[in-house]
Structures are given as C-alpha cells and as structure tokens.
C-alpha cells in the first residue's frame, strides 16, 4: 500500500517553460487536493477534486491547472513557470471526513 | 470556512504534557475539528479529529468545549521526535466538499 506517490520529488524549471506534478494515490479516496507550502508558512490551497472528472478553485489557483480523469491521478500542470512558484507541493487524499493523507512532497524551484 | 487562532510556539521539556489551544469562534455547526503534525520536509500527518467533547487516539487526545468554540490537543509525556508543527483544521466535510486551509500552525520545540 503506497499511499500518495508524488513525483517527482526535486525540480528546477527555468521562467516560462511548463511542467506537470504528478501524483498518484492507491486507497480510491474521492477526495484528492494540491496544496503550496512557503518558507515559514503553512499550507495554501491551489486546486482540489471531490471526484473524478470534478475538479474547483481553492485559494490560489492562478498559474495551475488540473484535472481528475481517474480516481487514482490528479495532476497539476504549471502552465508558464515564474520564480514565486518556487515552492514545496504537496498532493493530499481523503475519503469523506476521515483525514487526509499527505505526499511526501515535490520541491520546486524556478530560476 | 471557520478560522482559527493558535499560538505561534511553544517549548516543552521532555516527559511533559503539552497542551495546544486552538481557538475557531466561527465553527459551523456540521464543522469537524482535525489536528495535523508536520516534520520538517514532510508533508502534515493526521492526527485526530473531533466534533464534541473528548476523543483519544494512541498518540493524543482532543478536548473540545459545549460551545466549540475552542479545541485543545494534548500530547502526553512527549518527546524529542514530537517537536514538529502542529496544525488546527476546521471544516465541513458533507456536502460533497471538503476543503482543509492551514493556518501558520504552532511549531512545538521539546527541550532535553
């Protein structure tokens, strides 16, 4: 049982050019989120999903975009990279109210 | 979505029992109230959720009031590996949505 798979787990992007974050969960949880993480900060949410093929806003969508397919993937793609995009990325699932569980995190820096 | 205060720090000494506060005094009534740890360079791992009164769970208990207006998580006897950020969450899960927003967190220190 894997959990939530995040890949990959470093990256540097130069401005402009666009990337996906994948991440994948095995526990066919419903509920899956993207959420940014700042130095000193806590955790902002970019986009969510409450099932496949349904996808919505959270605080700080712009720049990113998403799509749920599959129970099991939610990638986020990053669109036209920026240096204020330089951030930890974390990927989240959860069945209901039970708790979600988190990734392990991408790192990404933009130069 | 309900927000919430929580201090900033706290330091504790080992063996110690360590107590969290959280304040959300615009919790909704189908709001449940959920605490996260987060190590450094790790995502945040859950660690109990509550509606009312006491939970307990292997590694903590959540007391939370009549009016729920506030939530205390308390750690009991803790240790170095317990130093991380902790985070208060409140957030309706019905409905079909279920968005979590983080706080700053309050970064717990155990001292030797």
């Known amino acids: 049982n894997a959990g939530v798979t995040q890949t990959p787990k470093f990256q540097v992007l130069k401005t402009g050019q666009s990337m996906t974050l994948q991440c994948a969960q095995d526990?066919?949880?419903?509920?899956m989120s993207w959420y940014r993480q700042d130095p000193g900060m806590g955790l902002r949410l970019i986009h969510y999903?409450?099932?496949?093929?349904?996808?919505d806003q959270g605080e700080v969508p712009n720049g990113y975009n998403v799509s749920r397919s599959t129970t099991e993937d939610f990638p986020l793609r990053l669109l036209s990279a920026a240096p204020s995009q330089t951030s930890v990325y974390f990927c989240?699932?959860?069945?209901?109210?039970?708790?979600?569980?988190f990734g392990s995190g991408t790192r990404l820096t933009v130069v | 979505l309900a927000k919430t205060t929580q201090p900033i720090s706290m330091d504790s000494y080992e063996g110690q029992e360590v107590n969290i506060t959280c304040s959300h005094n615009n919790i909704a009534t189908n709001d449940y109230i959920t605490w996260y740890q987060q190590f450094p360079s790790q995502g945040p791992r859950f660690i109990i959720q509550g509606y009312k009164t006491k939970v307990t769970n292997e590694v903590a208990s959540l007391f939370i009031p009549a009016d729920r207006k506030s939530s205390t998580l308390s750690l009991p006897r803790v240790s170095l590996s317990d130093t991380a950020v902790y985070y208060c969450?409140?957030?309706?899960?019905?409905?079909?949505?279920?968005?979590?927003?983080f706080g700053k967190g309050t970064k717990l220190s155990v001292i030797p």
């Open positions: 969450l409140v957030g309706d899960t019905g409905a079909g949505s279920y968005q979590l927003t």
């Open positions: 989240a699932s959860s069945r209901g109210r039970h708790g979600y569980t």
């Open positions: 999903s409450v099932g496949a093929g349904i996808t």
């Open positions: 526990m066919n949880h419903e509920y």
